[in-house]
């Protein structure tokens, strides 16, 4: 058998992690010396309290290797080789650790770096547990999910700097101009997996319009491909994304809400794309 593995950050919807039999390794959130684990023990929502409540930013960590090990081991006595998914190698240590856990497993493991974090990574996973249930090798989805990582893009729109200026990213005079300007940032993750910001809307809605007219001038044959969109916090804007996704005719739209991880860095009220380019 081929087990799936994929860290926190993939973001797949509640009760597909069962569906698809994909196992979760958290990454971990920290707040005034207490760790969490994301998604079992700390909500986006709650995490934003938090951090509004002690007006300081949340830090977070990777899993550590022996946390991927013992997983690869278990599997490996089974006699079931391994596809690992992680965020970006360029935003966290996730990749690494699964990469050391590999080397130190005898058992047949491919760790595969997503290259984006959020539905951005959760796209491949769930193309790979499918393609396991439809009996395809471990050659074959592995192969296939590289090529997809390469053609992965994502947008967020940002409905606030300040996120940005608690994480130090950007200085506080620059957020409050921003926040007087009513300045929404559009976050690009590039193909190598590092983020800049592609687009400064002038508004919220425009900036939500925004980036859906730029994913329609980008994505190959939408009714062909899963489109993903995601949320930190409010449902009302991705259902309006969803809605008028489906009214062209895209192929699935997958929704779900982003991590605390994820969110530490973009804030609430932020909402993503993420497509295939290529």
């Known amino acids: 058998m081929i087990k799936i593995i994929a860290d926190s950050t993939c973001d797949l919807p509640d009760g597909m992690y069962e569906q698809y039999n994909v196992t979760m390794v958290p990454l971990k959130v920290q707040m005034e010396g207490v760790s969490y684990n994301d998604k079992s023990e700390i909500t986006t929502p709650e995490l934003f309290k938090l951090i509004k409540q002690y007006q300081k930013m949340s830090t977070t960590s990777a899993p550590a290797p022996m946390q991927y090990l013992s997983l690869f081991n278990e599997a490996a006595e089974k006699g079931d080789s391994v596809i690992c998914f992680t965020c970006s190698s360029k935003l966290s240590g996730s990749y690494q650790s699964a990469c050391v856990a590999a080397d130190m497993c ?41 090529k997809r990582v390469r053609g992965m893009r994502t947008l967020i729109v940002l409905d606030t700097m300040e996120y940005l200026r608690l994480g130090g990213r950007i200085s506080a005079l620059t957020a409050r101009v921003g926040g007087i300007l009513n300045i929404k940032p559009i ?16 508004s919220y809605t425009k900036g939500v319009e925004w980036m859906f007219n730029y994913v329609m001038e980008t994505a190959v044959d939408l009714k062909n491909q899963i489109v993903g969109v995601g949320y930190s916090t409010s449902q009302k804007v991705s259902n309006q994304i969803v809605q008028r996704l489906q009214d062209l005719g895209v192929k699935e739209v997958l929704t779900a809400g982003i991590g605390s991880v994820v969110g530490t860095h973009i804030g609430p009220n932020a909402v993503g794309m993420f497509w295939m380019d290529m």
């Open 187 to 202: 976050i690009n993750v590039l193909k190598d997996g590092t983020n800049t910001v592609i687009h400064r809307a002038m």
């Open 106 to 146: 005898q058992g047949k493991i491919d760790v595969i770096d997503t290259r984006t974090a959020a539905l951005g990574s959760g796209l491949p996973v769930l193309d790979a547990a499918r393609m396991v249930q439809d009996g395809k090798s471990h050659e074959e989805i592995v192969e296939y999910c590289r």
